[in-house]
C-alpha cells in the first residue's frame, strides 16, 4: 500500500506506517498536479488536511484510491458522500485536536477580556510615549471566573471547552439543535477526577440572554448560526469566539455589533474568505485574530498523525487487500 501525505504527517505517524510495511510519500504536490501524481505513482491513500481539495473530479480520475483520509475533524474540503459511493473509505480524526482548539478558545477569550490582542499591537508603538495612557485604558478588564460560559456545540471541542470553563470557576450551559445529557471527567495531575453531569438546551435565546462568553463549535452549516437576530440576544458587553468554521457568524453584523457596543470583543480563528480574510476585520482592535490555527500544535499533530495510521492499518487489514 502506498500513502500520499500531500499536507504532511507527524513523524510518529510517519513511522507507524512504515513499521506496518506501508510506504509514505510526503511530497507537497500541487492541488493541479495531484490527479497525476496519484496515478503515475499508483497511490492507494490520499491524505489531506485543510488545503488539499478532493472534490469529485479527482476521485473520478484516481481510480485506485481506495481510502481518503483528512486530518483533523472537518471535511468541507471533501466531497465524503461521493467518495463513499464510489466505494472509497473516508477517515478522519475527531477528536486528536480538540484540547488543543478548545486552549486557543480560552487564549482568545482572556486575551479578549485583558485587552492583551489591543496591548501587543500598541505597546511596540508607543509604549515608550504612553505607557500610563494605556495602563489606564486596559484596566476595564474582566476575569472569567465567576461569569457564564456559554458553548454552542457539545462534541469533543465543545465538551474540551466545557472542561475548562468549569476549571475556570465559570457557570455553563450548552446549546444544541435538541437537549442532551453527558458525563465529561476533569482529570487531574495528582491522579483525582470529577465528573459533571451536563444538560444542554434548545433555547437560543435564554441561552444568548444569559451568557458573557460564547465559544461556537459547530460543524459547517449553510446558514449563520449567529446573526442580527442573535445579536440582538445577546447581553450587552458579550464576549465570542469562533474557532469552529467560517460562515457559522456573519461577520459584517458582527463588526456593525461590536461597533455599536453590545459586543465587547470578538476574536476570530476561521474566516468566511480564507485564505483572505475581510480588511475591516484585520483592522478592527477590537478583534482577536489568529489564521485557522485551531489544531496547529505539536501535540494535536502527533495524535493526528497516530490516528490515521491505526486506521489505515486498521482497513488495510480487514478490507484493502
Known amino acids: 500500500m502506498k500513502v500520499l501525505a500531500n499536507d504532511g504527517i507527524s513523524k510518529a505517524g510517519e513511522n507507524a506506517l512504515k513499521e506496518a510495511g506501508i510506504e509514505i510519500l510526503d511530497n507537497r504536490v500541487a492541488q493541479d498536479h495531484v490527479i497525476n501524481f496519484i496515478n503515475d505513482n499508483n497511490v492507494d491513500v490520499l491524505l489531506v488536511r485543510s488545503v488539499t481539495k478532493v472534490r469529485q473530479e479527482l476521485i473520478d480520475a484516481c481510480p485506485g484510491l481506495k481510502i481518503i483520509g483528512r486530518g483533523g475533524i472537518g471535511m468541507d474540503n471533501i466531497d465524503v ?4 459511493s464510489k466505494g472509497i473509505k473516508v477517515i478522519n480524526t475527531p477528536t486528536a485536536s480538540s484540547k488543543s482548539v478548545a486552549e486557543l478558545v480560552f487564549g482568545h477569550f482572556i486575551s479578549l477580556a485583558r485587552f492583551l490582542h489591543e496591548s501587543n499591537r500598541l505597546m511596540p508603538l508607543e509604549g515608550d510615549t504612553h505607557f500610563s495612557a494605556m495602563k489606564k485604558s486596559f484596566s476595564n478588564a474582566y476575569e472569567l471566573s465567576g461569569k457564564t460560559l456559554g458553548v454552542i456545540g457539545f462534541g469533543s471541542i465543545g465538551q474540551e471547552v466545557i472542561k475548562i470553563g468549569i476549571a475556570l470557576g465559570m457557570k455553563v450551559n450548552v446549546l444544541t439543535r435538541s437537549p442532551k445529557t453527558e458525563v465529561l471527567t476533569l482529570n487531574f495531575f495528582n491522579g483525582q477526577s470529577v465528573d459533571f453531569e451536563i444538560t444542554s ?18 460543524p459547517k452549516t449553510n446558514e449563520y448560526i449567529i446573526d442580527t437576530p442573535q445579536f440582538e440576544k445577546m447581553k450587552d458587553g458579550v464576549y465570542i469566539v469562533n474557532t469552529a468554521r467560517g460562515g457559522v457568524i456573519n461577520e459584517v453584523t458582527l463588526i456593525d455589533f461590536i461597533e455599536s457596543g453590545k459586543v465587547a470583543g470578538a476574536a476570530l480563528d476561521v474566516f468566511e474568505n480564507e485564505p483572505s480574510p475581510e480588511l475591516p476585520l484585520l483592522m478592527n482592535p477590537a478583534l482577536s485574530l489568529s489564521p485557522h490555527v485551531g ?5 494535536a499533530q502527533e495524535k493526528i498523525g497516530i490516528e490515521l495510521a491505526e486506521q489505515i492499518i486498521k482497513l488495510q487489514k480487514e478490507t484493502i487487500r
Open 81 to 84: 458522500e461521493y467518495a463513499k
Open 201 to 218: 438546551t434548545n433555547d437560543m435565546d435564554a441561552f444568548l440572554q444569559d451568557a458573557d462568553f460564547i465559544s461556537i463549535n459547530t
Open 295 to 299: 489544531g496547529n500544535t505539536v501535540d
